[in-house]
């Protein structure tokens, strides 16, 4: 009688163990379904969630790091057509994106919100190589403006009457920021307004209704699109800003956002894994067909506007937004990176890196926070041969001339890493480990009942 209650005993252990472990293996869609659903609702943009207190926060310092190519032989370029060489000086740094979005409105019809970004710039001389008054000889603006603008006679007159150069001495908060230009007789620089400005309005979707479209940009400034390119593929504003994207990130599907800084949206592709500060996160760059010629990417053909600079559009590395920024102005990576090799050649004292040079988004896999980035590009303008313009007739070719390149960046720091696994992850990992450890435990009772079983039925035979 003891030996079968012994038994008795056993069976019901193993078919406990069974049952918890079937419990654990059932409560793995259920968990996965609670995990999906906590993560979706702190990723909908909506006050009370995590996703909002991201997106209303401008606590994380954004920094944009700028590295000026300082020429060395103006006079030699001008009076014996000879390659510039560039020296590059740097970084000169500034806080920006510290303000919060402004103007934020909920649209609950159409599940978006709508707000504005200004803008702002704090030069950190703490993270600089030297003075916003440090000068470097750059190209003339106005010269290399009027040089596609004005007619040349045009352009000659002004030059001799302002007794100006193809280059000219300034200082970076000039370059960058603005002077009293002679020949315009206005303000002229390379982000010139800036400070006090905005960028918008945006309205994007908040996910409430769809979390897949959580973050991704609806309109820009009143417009479903832009109206650079004139052609419905390139003037697509697809993509959210890059600051987030929609949960449960596919490492196989690339992410797509809209860049204003460059007029188009662009893609990134998943290239590695990566730990940050204890948290899992996908790091996705800008692939190399990014800008590259037509011929090599077709869906660039849009993009090639001036058939004499991109040489019947075989041009790869660098996009031509004039006509979003009312002047001749060329976009690329740094050190033109990805493209062509003669724009490098033109010019020496250029070293392009992968490293250094391109641009990376590392997103946290599960929610779809961008966590830390860096956005690299190269504000570059083009001069070129004239039988008119003096300082031009020496000449030989068109060139594409860097003057300055940028790193925006910014990443989580300790007290944000902590708090997001604190208040997200930890619950996520809570909830797997309850299913792993129902498993665990079925499986081990499981395990522990059977040779105890095979040990009594051991016994039984030997008495």
Same mark, same amino acid.
């Given at each position: 009688m003891?030996c079968?209650?012994?038994?008795c005993?056993?069976?019901?252990?193993?078919?406990?163990?069974?049952?918890?472990?079937i419990?654990?293996?059932?409560l793995?869609?259920?968990?996965?379904?609670?995990?999906?659903?906590?993560?979706t609702?702190?990723?909908?943009?909506e006050?009370?969630?995590?996703?909002?207190?991201?997106?209303?926060?401008?606590?994380?310092?954004?920094?944009?790091?700028?590295?000026?190519?300082?020429v060395?032989?103006?006079?030699?370029?001008?009076?014996n057509?000879?390659?510039?060489?560039?020296?590059e000086k740097? @970084?000169?740094?500034?806080?920006t994106? &510290?303000?919060p979005?402004e103007?934020?409105?909920?649209?609950?019809?159409?599940?978006?919100?709508?707000?504005?970004l200004?803008a702002?710039?704090?030069?950190e001389?703490?993270?600089?190589?030297? !003075?916003e *008054?440090?000068?470097?000889t750059?190209?003339?603006l106005?010269?290399a403006?009027?040089?596609?603008?004005?007619?040349?006679?045009?352009?000659?007159?002004?030059? $001799?009457l302002?007794?100006?150069?193809?280059?000219?001495r300034?200082?970076?908060?000039?370059?960058?920021?603005? &002077?009293?230009?002679?020949i315009?007789k206005?303000?002229?620089?390379?982000?010139?307004p800036?400070?006090?400005?905005?960028?918008?309005?945006?309205?994007?979707?908040t996910?409430?209704?769809?979390?897949?479209?959580?973050?991704i940009?609806?309109s820009?400034q009143?417009?479903?699109? /832009? !109206?650079?390119w004139?052609?419905?593929?390139c003037?697509?504003i697809?993509?959210?800003?890059?600051?987030s994207?929609?949960?449960?990130?596919?490492? $196989?599907k690339?992410?797509?956002?809209f860049? @204003?800084d460059?007029?188009?949206?662009?893609?990134?592709?998943?290239?590695?894994?990566l730990?940050?500060?204890?948290?899992e996160?996908?790091r996705?760059?800008?692939?190399?067909?990014?800008?590259?010629?037509?011929?090599?990417?077709p869906?660039?053909q849009?993009?090639?506007?001036?058939?004499? /600079?991109? $040489?019947?559009?075989t041009?790869?590395?660098?996009?031509?937004?004039?006509?979003?920024?009312?002047?001749?102005?060329?976009?690329?990576? @740094?050190h033109?990176l990805?493209?062509?090799?003669?724009?490098? *050649?033109?010019?020496?004292?250029?070293?392009? !890196?992968?490293?250094?040079? =391109?641009?990376?988004?590392?997103?946290e896999?599960t929610?779809?926070?961008?966590?830390?980035?860096?956005?690299r590009?190269?504000?570059n303008?083009?001069?070129? @041969?004239?039988?008119i313009i003096?300082?031009?007739?020496k =000449?030989?070719?068109?060139?594409?001339?860097p003057i300055?390149?940028?790193?925006?960046?910014?990443?989580?720091?300790d007290?944000?890493a902590?708090r997001?696994k604190k208040e997200?992850?930890s619950?996520v990992?809570?909830?797997e480990?309850v299913q792993?450890t129902?498993?665990?435990?079925g499986?081990?009772?499981l395990v522990?009942?059977t /040779?105890?079983?095979?040990? =009594?039925?051991?016994?039984n035979?030997l008495?």
């Amino acid at each position: 009688m003891g030996c079968c209650n012994k038994l008795c005993g056993l069976k019901a252990g193993i078919g406990a163990g069974i049952a918890v472990a079937i419990l654990g293996i059932i409560l793995i869609p259920v968990g996965n379904n609670i995990i999906r659903e906590t993560v979706t609702k702190e990723s909908v943009i909506e006050p009370g969630t995590t996703a909002w207190d991201n997106w209303v926060s401008a606590d994380t310092p954004v920094y944009r790091q700028f590295w000026l190519f300082d020429v060395q032989n103006p006079q030699d370029v001008v009076e014996n057509g000879s390659k510039p060489k560039l020296v590059e000086k740097g @970084p000169y740094t500034y806080k920006t994106r &510290y303000l919060p979005k402004e103007n934020i409105t909920a649209n609950p019809e159409n599940h978006t919100i709508s707000f504005l970004l200004p803008a702002g710039a704090i030069f950190e001389p703490s993270l600089s190589v030297g !003075s916003e *008054e440090d000068s470097v000889t750059s190209l003339n603006l106005a010269v290399a403006g009027g040089y596609k603008l004005f007619p040349p006679w045009v352009l000659e007159a002004a030059i $001799k009457l302002n007794n100006v150069s193809l280059f000219q001495r300034r200082t970076v908060r000039e370059i960058l920021w603005g &002077y009293k230009d002679p020949i315009l007789k206005g303000t002229l620089g390379l982000f010139f307004p800036y400070n006090g400005t905005y960028d918008g309005p945006y309205s994007v979707f908040t996910g409430k209704n769809d979390i897949s479209k959580v973050s991704i940009i609806d309109s820009w400034q009143g417009e479903k699109k /832009v !109206s650079f390119w004139n052609n419905t593929y390139c003037d697509m504003i697809n993509g959210t800003d890059g600051s987030s994207f929609s949960p449960f990130l596919d490492k $196989k599907k690339p992410l797509y956002f809209f860049s @204003p800084d460059i007029s188009r949206s662009v893609s990134a592709e998943y290239e590695r894994s990566l730990n940050l500060k204890g948290i899992e996160v996908y790091r996705f760059k800008l692939p190399p067909l990014t800008l590259a010629s037509p011929a090599v990417n077709p869906d660039n053909q849009c993009f090639c506007t001036d058939s004499v /600079v991109s $040489k019947n559009c075989t041009l790869a590395g660098v996009l031509d937004i004039s006509s979003s920024r009312g002047q001749p102005v060329y976009i690329s990576l @740094p050190h033109f990176l990805h493209g062509s090799p003669y724009l490098v *050649e033109d010019v020496e004292g250029l070293g392009p !890196s992968e490293e250094h040079h =391109v641009t990376f988004l590392d997103v946290e896999p599960t929610t779809g926070f961008s966590l830390r980035f860096a956005k690299r590009l190269q504000v570059n303008m083009m001069y070129g @041969p004239s039988k008119i313009i003096t300082v031009l007739k020496k =000449v030989k070719d068109y060139t594409v001339l860097p003057i300055v390149w940028l790193n925006e960046t910014a990443s989580l720091d300790d007290e944000t890493a902590d708090r997001f696994k604190k208040e997200l992850l930890s619950r996520v990992d809570m909830l797997e480990t309850v299913q792993f450890t129902l498993i665990g435990l079925g499986s081990a009772a499981l395990v522990l009942c059977t /040779v105890a079983h095979c040990l =009594v039925s051991r016994n039984n035979k030997l008495v």
